[in-house]
């Protein structure tokens, strides 16, 4: 049953001004006002904005069902990116991009909802770096050229997999191989397909490699004063 509260009213208002804006302009924009109105409670409550309005049931609810659709719409992205690959559309980046936009989101969250820096960071160089293989394999013409291909994201998801272990050292190093990346881009000025893909690996590169070496900073102060 739903509750006709304060944010079920804004979330309808949404909901209308959505289906005017399309009715009378045909602009796309109007999608983001139909997500809006969608995700409105289920994002304020994860924000823990109006817990008031929502009780456990409703976000257990809300948790689940938003993992799984989550989920969906990665698998869509990556089934579309292959097949744009396949064709040798380069419009597939923007897919890549969009998956790698989104885990990075769901991970940089993960550190402002549960306070757990060195873990996020972890799983941000792994998630990327396997994006990074996948991707980079559907460019490669041969069986050698695919291994070449895939060896720096599966270089950069092994740091995430020893990152908990030498957090400062690895941060260091992720940090600049973001920061040289970006360098690169501004010094080389590739096509906006490939600027925007690298741009949304470098900069999820770059927070976690500072998380990183925040974490190791906090470990160095904490065995020199003797505490845990």
């Known amino acids: 049953m739903l509750k006709k509260d ?15 804006l399309f009715a009378v302009t ?6 983001a006002l139909m997500i809006g109105s969608y995700l409105l409670r289920p994002t304020l409550a994860s924000l823990g904005v109006a817990k008031s309005y929502v009780d456990e049931r409703q976000l257990s609810i809300h948790y689940r069902s938003g ?11 990556v089934i579309f990116a292959v097949k744009l690959g396949t064709e040798n559309n380069p419009d597939f980046e923007l897919f890549a991009a969009a998956i790698i936009i989104g885990l ?23 998630g990327v770096g396997l994006l990074v293989a996948l991707f980079a394999s559907l460019d490669a013409g041969s069986f050698t050229g695919t291994i070449i291909s895939v060896l720096p994201g ?35 000025k590739m096509g906006w397909g490939q600027v925007v893909t690298a741009a949304v690996i470098g900069i999820p590169l770059l927070l976690a490699g500072i998380g990183l070496y925040g974490a190791g900073q906090e470990d160095a102060t904490a065995g020199a004063t003797g505490t845990e």
Do not use: D, H
């Open 6 to 20: 304060p944010i079920f009213w804004w979330a309808t208002g949404i909901f209308v001004l959505a289906l005017a």
């Open 67 to 77: 993992n799984i659709g989550f989920a969906v719409i990665l698998i869509v992205c």
């Open 154 to 188: 599966l270089a950069i998801a092994g740091l995430g997999l020893f990152a908990s272990r030498y957090p400062r050292v690895i941060g260091i190093v992720i940090i600049v191989l973001a920061v040289a990346a970006m360098i690169f881009l501004v010094t080389f």
């Open 104 to 126: 990075a989101a769901k991970a940089l969250f993960n550190v402002i909802l549960i306070k757990n820096i060195r873990e996020t960071a972890s799983r941000i160089l792994i």
């Open 26 to 31: 045909q602009n796309q924009f109007w999608l």
